[in-house]
Structures are given as structure tokens and as C-alpha cells.
């Protein structure tokens, strides 16, 4: 069965860096696109970033353009989110997903917390 | 990037029926039959219950439909159960640079 596994998440200072992964199992990772969603606290639920299969086309949401990277390596089976230059408003539950246009499967999520 | 509007709030009894609004635009939910609806409990991921407007995947009970009239989508789950209480959210593609959108969510009580 579909598997992703988010890890990276933790207290980090504003204006502070954080590297999110994302294991991905049970499926062939290379053929699918891939998406980071995130959940502030109390919240709903924020699209941030989108890879395709073969990580050519990348695109994000305005709320983070210049500050975070996606990237994946599909030798690895996994999905990654460089966050630079964190901001308090960028506290959240950040979720990795499968992206068929919509979202079929979802890890557990992993907690950033930007906090001084 | 504006957000769906979605009702903040909906409930029912068990076995009755509810329906959840999610208002977009003709550049979101009425562009394009890429509407999809996620259930929420407390602490746990999304699900997708529906996407491309209509379509259940495999799992979701037939209970939970959905449906979409210009820019307004609906979600309706028909014999209300109580592990139906939960947070719904819908959302869209949204065209440009692969945008998707999501609705503020609505918190479905069952009574």
C-alpha cells in the first residue's frame, strides 16, 4: 500500500533554514507527481509546492517563492522541501502528497515551529 | 490565490442527510471538473473522499457524492454516521502554474 513518511520537522528561530524529507513506499515514486501541503495550527490546509515525476517543472505558492525548494531523487524514493528564511507565519504541519491534480495519498505530516 | 468559501459549519442527525457549499471562481471550481473533497479527523491526515468532482475513490463509501453547479461545488453525505463528524475541505485546480486552491473547511457535527 501507498507509504509517505515525513521527518524533518522541529523548533527553529525566525529567519532560521530546515530541510523536510519524505519517504515514499509501495508505489513506483518516479512515475507520480508529488506536493508539500501544509496546516497551520487551527487551521486549514495551505497547497505550498509542486514537483513533477521527473523534477523538470517545479512551481509554488506565492507565500513561499524565493524562500523554499522542492526537490526529489527518485533513486532514493523521496521528496524534499528546503525551507530558508522562516518566518513565524510559516509555523505548520507540513504534509507531503501524492499529486494526481488531486491529492490521493498523504504522509502524517511533520511540526515546524518558527519561534524565537 | 484567494481561498474557496466554504461554511464554516454544518450538521445533522444520524441517518439524514447534509450537504457542504465550496464557492470558488470561473478560474478555479468553474473552469475546470478538477473539484476534490478531503475528510479531516482531529490529529490525522486528510482523505480524499472525491475528486474530479464526482468521482468516490475506492473505499469511500456511496453514502458521500458530489456535484458542482458553476462555480459552486457541493459535497453530500447522505445517512449521516457518527464516524462522519469530522473536518471537510474542498479544494481546486486552479490552472496557472499548477495552482491548487483549498476551501477554509467546514466542520460536519452529527448530532
Known amino acids: 500500500q501507498v507509504q509517505l513518511v515525513e521527518s524533518g520537522g522541529d523548533l527553529v528561530k525566525p529567519g532560521g533554514s530546515l530541510r523536510l524529507s519524505c519517504a515514499a513506499s509501495g508505489f513506483t515514486f518516479s512515475d507520480h507527481y508529488m506536493s508539500w501541503i501544509r496546516q497551520a495550527p487551527g487551521k486549514g490546509l495551505e497547497w505550498v509546492s509542486y514537483i513533477s515525476s521527473s523534477g523538470s517543472a517545479i512551481y509554488y505558492a506565492d507565500s513561499v517563492t524565493g524562500r523554499f525548494t522542492i526537490s526529489r531523487d527518485n533513486a532514493k524514493n523521496s521528496l524534499y522541501l528546503q525551507m530558508n528564511s522562516l518566518r513565524a507565519e510559516d509555523t505548520a504541519v507540513y504534509y507531503c502528497?501524492?499529486?494526481?491534480?488531486?491529492?490521493?495519498?498523504w504522509g502524517q505530516g511533520t511540526l515546524v515551529t518558527v519561534s524565537s | 490565490q484567494s481561498a474557496l468559501t466554504q461554511p464554516p459549519s454544518a450538521s445533522g442527525s444520524p441517518g439524514q442527510s447534509v450537504t457542504i457549499s465550496c464557492t470558488g471562481t470561473?478560474?478555479?471550481?468553474?473552469?475546470?471538473?478538477?473539484v476534490s473533497w478531503y475528510q479531516q479527523h482531529p490529529g490525522k491526515a486528510p482523505k480524499l473522499m472525491i475528486y474530479e468532482v464526482t468521482k468516490r475513490p475506492s473505499g469511500v463509501p456511496d453514502r458521500f457524492s458530489g456535484s458542482k453547479s458553476g462555480n459552486t461545488a457541493s459535497l453530500t453525505v447522505s445517512g449521516l454516521q457518527a464516524e462522519d463528524e469530522a473536518e471537510y475541505y474542498c479544494?481546486?485546480?486552479?490552472?496557472?502554474?499548477?495552482?491548487?486552491?483549498f476551501g477554509g473547511g467546514t466542520k460536519l457535527t452529527v448530532l
Open positions: 470561473s478560474s478555479d471550481v468553474g473552469g475546470y471538473n478538477y
Open positions: 479544494s481546486s485546480y486552479a490552472g496557472r502554474n499548477n495552482l491548487k486552491v
Open positions: 502528497a501524492r499529486d494526481q491534480i488531486h491529492f490521493d495519498s
